[in-house]
Nanobody, 115 residues
Framework: QVQLVESGGGLVQSGGSLTLSCAAS????????MGWFRQVPGRQRELVAI???????NYADSVKGRFTISRDNAKNRVDLQMNILKPEDTAVYHC?????????WGKGTQVTVSS
């Protein structure tokens, strides 16, 4: 069982920045991919960014050039640096981890961007 704990959400003005962190309960070397997804009420959860064990990354088109995902192997943590935030980035952001055995989700952290 892998536990994921997110932190760093909050309220920010349009154009501002936030950094989300996801701490894993196991070594992230044992995790194939980690990523961030977001969800707003009434809509499906969507991919924001993912990073593999090797460090390769993938981003949603809507956040390319504004968001950066990174991993801290020593701290078993993945961060999402979010810049130039827009009101449409408002959502609950969930951390995701995939191992060889299962997929895990964090409870989520709210990000609200005011116009």
């Amino acid at each position: 069982q892998v536990q994921l704990v997110e932190s760093g959400g909050g309220l920010v003005q349009s154009g501002g920045s936030l950094t989300l962190s996801c701490a894993a309960s196991i070594s992230i070397f044992d995790i194939n991919t980690m990523g961030w997804f977001r969800q707003v009420p009434g809509r499906q959860r969507e991919l924001v960014a993912i990073i593999s064990r090797s460090g390769s990354t993938n981003y949603a088109d809507s956040v390319k050039g504004r968001f950066t995902i990174s991993r801290d192997n020593a701290k078993n943590r993945v961060d999402l640096q979010m810049n130039i935030l827009k009101p449409e980035d408002t959502a609950v952001y969930h951390c995701n981890a995939e191992t060889n055995r299962a997929e895990y989700w964090g409870k989520g952290t709210q990000v609200t961007v005011s116009s």
